[in-house]
C-alpha cells in the first residue's frame, strides 16, 4: 500500500486535508488520519483531483484517433499530460467503411499494452447529422441513418463504441436510436435541427446526451408565428438531459458557460475539448479534409475567419476557463470533468477519489496546471 498526503484532495462533497492510500491500482482509502504504507508521496500544497474524463476529442499532440492504432495511443498518451486519464476517441463523418475501419483500429487501441489510460470505447459523431448544422463536418458524408451500415456494425463491434452523435430528426421511426440502445451504445443528439417533438421521441429511446450544446444545435424556429422549441431550449427544460459543453472560452463565452451551469447543474454538465490533432503542437496554419485553416485566439478557424474549424484545448485548459472566466466553484468545475462525465458512461470504477475506485488522479498547482498524473496510482507524469 503507497499512500499521498495532501491539503487539498477534492472530493465529491468537499475538500480534505489528509492522505489517499492506494494498493493495486484502486483507492484503498481516503482519510485525514494518517496510518503506515509502504512509501508516501507528499503533494501537501497542490489540489489533487480525480483523473479527467473527456467524452469527445479528436486527436491530439499531432495525431488523430482516426489514425494508426500507434496514432490512436499516442494521441491519448498525449492527454495524460494535460490531466486526461479517460477519453472517447472521436470519429467525424466520413464515408463509413472509413469511420468502420477507425472503430476497429480504436478498439484495438483499447487494450494496447502502450495505452497508459483507458478508453471507454469509439465516439462516432456522424455521419447521420443535419447537413444545415453541419459545422466542420464533411458534408458531402452526411446521410441519413442506413441501417444496412450501422446494424452490422454494432453487431460486430458494439464493444468498442461509447456513444453516438446522431440528429434525431432524422432517424426515421427511431430505429437508429433503438439500434443503439439495444447494444448498449449511448446516442447523443448533435449537429441537429430537432424539435422539442423530435427530442422526446429520441430521449423515450434512450438519448440521454447532447453533444456539444450551443455548437450545431438547434434554437427556437418559427412555423406561420408559431414558436417550436429547439434542442437548446429541451435541454434546459429536461431535467433528464445531460449536456456537453466545448469550455475553451472560444467557443461558448463565459457568459454562456454561466447560463448553462446555472440551470443545469454540474451533475449534469460535462467540460468537453472535442480537440483536433492540432491540440498540443506548434502548428498555425494548414488544411484538413481539403480546408485550409489558421490557429489564433486560441481556436482554429476557417481561413477567412468567419468560422470555428475546431478546438485545441486540453481538460487542464478547460478547468481554467471554467474557474477564471466562468467564475464556476473549482470543485464543480472538477466534477463536471470527472464524475458527471463517468455517470454519463456507466463508469462505476472511476470519476471520483473514493474508495474502490480507480486510482486515476491529477495533481495541481494554485494556478490549475498540471503538476503530476497518476494512473492505477503510479506516477505517469510529472511536470519539470
Not at 465516439?123 to 442506413?146: F, V
Not at 454494432?154 to 447494444?183: C, N, Q
Request: glycine share 10%.
Amino acid at each position: 500500500m503507497k499512500k499521498i498526503r495532501c491539503k487539498n484532495i477534492i472530493l465529491p462533497d468537499g475538500m480534505l486535508d489528509g492522505w489517499i492510500f492506494t494498493d493495486g491500482g484502486k483507492i484503498a482509502r481516503v482519510s485525514a488520519v494518517d496510518r503506515p504504507a509502504d512509501g508516501e508521496i507528499d503533494l501537501s500544497d497542490l489540489f489533487i483531483a480525480p483523473g479527467f474524463i473527456d467524452l469527445h476529442t479528436h486527436g491530439g499532440g499531432g495525431f488523430s484517433f482516426t489514425g494508426s492504432v500507434e496514432d490512436i495511443v499516442a494521441a491519448a498518451n498525449f492527454h495524460l499530460s494535460h490531466g486526461t486519464t479517460a477519453l472517447c476517441p472521436t470519429i467525424s463523418a466520413d464515408d463509413f467503411s472509413v469511420m468502420t475501419g477507425a472503430v476497429e483500429r480504436i478498439g484495438a487501441a483499447m487494450t494496447d499494452p502502450r495505452l497508459i489510460g483507458t478508453i471507454p470505447g469509439a465516439h462516432p459523431e456522424g455521419p447521420y447529422l443535419s447537413e444545415q448544422q453541419a459545422g466542420a463536418q464533411c458534408a458531402a458524408c452526411i446521410t441519413a441513418p442506413r441501417e444496412e451500415d450501422y446494424l452490422p456494425l454494432l453487431a460486430a463491434r458494439h464493444t468498442a463504441i461509447a456513444r453516438w452523435t446522431y440528429a434525431p430528426e432524422r432517424d426515421e421511426g427511431e430505429k437508429f436510436v433503438k439500434a443503439l440502445s439495444k447494444y448498449g451504445v449511448l446516442p447523443s443528439a448533435g449537429h441537429t435541427d430537432a424539435t422539442y417533438a423530435d427530442m422526446r421521441r429520441a430521449m423515450e429511446n434512450g438519448c440521454r446526451l447532447v453533444t456539444h450544446l450551443y455548437s450545431c444545435t438547434s434554437t427556437v424556429t418559427r412555423d406561420h408565428g408559431f414558436r417550436i422549441p429547439g434542442v437548446i431550449e429541451t435541454a434546459f427544460l429536461e431535467d433528464d438531459l445531460f449536456v456537453e459543453i466545448i469550455c475553451d472560452g472560444r467557443h461558448l463565452p463565459p457568459e454562456l458557460i454561466r447560463l448553462v451551469y446555472k440551470i443545469k447543474g454540474p451533475d449534469k454538465i460535462a467540460l468537453v475539448t472535442d480537440s483536433l490533432s492540432l491540440a498540443g503542437t506548434a502548428e498555425t496554419h494548414g488544411f484538413m479534409q481539403n480546408t485550409e485553416y489558421v490557429i489564433e485566439d486560441g481556436v482554429c478557424k476557417l481561413m477567412d475567419r468567419s468560422a470555428f474549424a475546431g478546438s485545441i484545448a486540453t481538460a487542464d485548459r478547460l478547468l481554467r476557463v471554467a474557474v477564471r472566466e466562468a467564475g464556476i466553484p473549482l470543485r464543480d468545475a472538477v466534477k463536471m470533468l470527472t464524475s458527471t462525465p463517468a455517470a454519463i458512461l456507466g463508469l462505476t470504477d472511476r470519476g471520483a477519489i473514493e474508495t474502490g475506485k480507480a486510482a486515476d488522479l491529477v495533481a495541481l498547482d494554485q494556478d490549475l496546471t498540471v503538476r503530476r498524473v497518476f494512473v492505477g496510482g503510479e506516477v505517469v507524469y510529472k511536470a519539470d
